[in-house]
């Protein structure tokens, strides 16, 4: 993902294309083919053929899963041994970022069950498919929470295990680390430098499967066109709309949060994040965008730089309200266009393996994909519907990462407490 300059020239030209022009190409094309194949009224002819065009989706998605629980792992590993958080901070900043997430995924919900946008177009039936049914017990969660291995969460893609098990390494190896340095040894330093370079190679191959996407987007909606018309789009037009008014939520939540919680002004705050919000919508990444988080933190908006800090670069791993709240809203919009609603009990599960799940997600493009495919598996709901999500995840990315940005900042306005800068020395 560091690419040189040179390394782009050299590229094929279809390669220097942006990804997000790429799947615009594709979804014009997958339209077009979707007409000539019928348009909801397919000849039987073609019946393989477009059943075979789904192959690209099914593909991307099998290697996200994949992919899914070594990322969250070596990501959490990776965030608690590299990041430096000033003593006390810890657990302020912990109980932060829980609250603002949950709220995140409190909006989700409440907006997925307002809107309902699921609702605008189903797959099935109510009740026709049993798939998420499931027995859900809150005692079994709880029971299920310690593996029976300790590598058994990497293979069932459970995230709750993963979780757990990535914590307790993490926070042992953090301790670990600190010791160590206090004594002078460098005995860590293996480890740490085998778990940077294990995240950076599970980056690169993730950068791989991504680069497929424009193909799965193209398969799978000319697969839908073909065989559904245009119908199952509004639906998904209902989605991006309900995605929106919840993220909006989320936004005006934070600008609260701020003007109570905060010496900073809401209004500059907005002013003076512009260019990181720009830069997070237009890179789809809130790592990328972190130096430029951090600097307007310090210079536009006038925070203390250890504040900047703790928001702009352990925010940046840790904190992803966007991607939680994504994941959530996804998970009930599929339950509803596959008619099946997921009771309280099920939306609790859905809550919690979404805070787990945004906490792992990388704060790299299409990283949210990924971890949901854990919440889908949480809740026995098909990952293969997650594919229908593709299409509209590269404009969806885009907006969740400005809020997860977002996040990041009103930590830091929030820790730098009530009292501003050039108040410290009077
Ligand atoms: N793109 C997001 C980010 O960088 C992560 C996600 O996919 O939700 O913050």
């Known amino acids: 993902m560091n690419e040189t300059q040179a ?3 050299n590229r094929p030209f279809w390669q220097r294309i942006p990804l997000t022009l790429q799947i615009v190409i594709a979804l014009i094309l997958a339209v ?7 348009a909801g009224n397919p000849s039987p002819e073609n019946k393989a053929f477009i059943e075979n065009l789904a192959i690209p989706a099914e593909l991307v998605l099998k290697a996200l899963r994949a ?9 959490v590993l990776h965030t608690l041994m590299t990041t430096h958080i000033p003593g006390t901070a810890g657990r302020r900043l912990a109980v932060l970022l829980f609250t603002n997430t ?11 069950n307002v809107l309902r946008p699921g609702t605008w177009w189903r797959l099935a039936t109510p009740g026709s498919s049993d798939i998420a049914k499931k027995n859900f017990d809150p005692w079994a969660l709880l029971k299920d929470a310690v593996p029976e291995a300790v590598l058994k969460p990497l293979v069932d893609n459970n995230v709750i295990q993963l979780i757990i098990i990535a914590l307790s390494f993490g926070i042992v190896l953090r301790a670990i680390k600190s010791e160590q340095v206090a004594q002078g040894k460098t005995g860590y330093q293996p480890i740490e430098d085998v778990i940077g370079t294990l995240f950076e190679a599970i980056i690169r ?3 791989w499967v991504i680069a497929l996407v424009p193909l799965a987007v193209f398969g799978i909606v000319g697969k839908t066109v073909a065989e ?11 989605f991006i709309v309900a995605v929106l008014v919840a993220l909006v939520l989320q936004a005006c939540y934070y600008l609260i949060r701020v003007k109570f919680g905060s010496w900073v002004n809401p209004l500059n705050f907005l002013v003076g994040g512009a260019d990181a919000f720009l830069t997070a919508f237009s890179t789809d990444s809130s790592t990328a965008t972190m130096p430029v988080t951090f600097q307007i933190l310090q210079t536009k908006i006038g925070l203390r730089e250890s504040s900047a800090s703790l928001g702009a670069l352990v925010g940046s791993n840790f904190n992803n309200d966007g991607t939680a709240l994504y994941e959530a809203m996804s998970a009930l919009f599929i339950s509803q266009v596959l008619g099946q609603n997921l009771d309280l009990v099920q939306q609790l599960v859905v809550i919690l ?3 787990f799940a945004s906490v792992g997600a990388a704060g790299i493009p299409e990283a949210g994909l990924v971890t949901m495919t854990l919440v889908f598996t949480s809740v026995g709901l ?5 594919a229908l999500l593709v299409t509209v995840d590269w404009f969806l990315d885009r907006c969740r990462t400005v809020i997860n940005v977002m996040g990041d900042m009103t930590v830091s306005a929030l820790v730098d407490g009530k009292k501003p800068q050039s108040t410290d020395n009077s």
Do not use: H, R, W
């Not at 077009?32 to 019928?38: E, I, K, R, S, T």
């Not at 992919?67 to 990501?75: C, D, E, G, H, R």
């Open 205 to 207: 191959i993730l950068g």
């Open 32 to 38: 077009a083919l979707g007409v000539a194949l019928g």
């Open 353 to 355: 393996t979404s805070i």
């Open 67 to 75: 992919l899914a629980t070594p990322l969250i792992f070596v990501a």
């Open 102 to 112: 949950t709220v995140a995924i409190l909006i989700g919900l409440l907006v997925s």
């Open 7 to 9: 390394d782009n020239t």
């Open 228 to 238: 559904k018309g245009f119908e199952p789009f509004k639906s998904l037009g209902a």
């Open 382 to 386: 098909p990952t293969q519907y997650i």
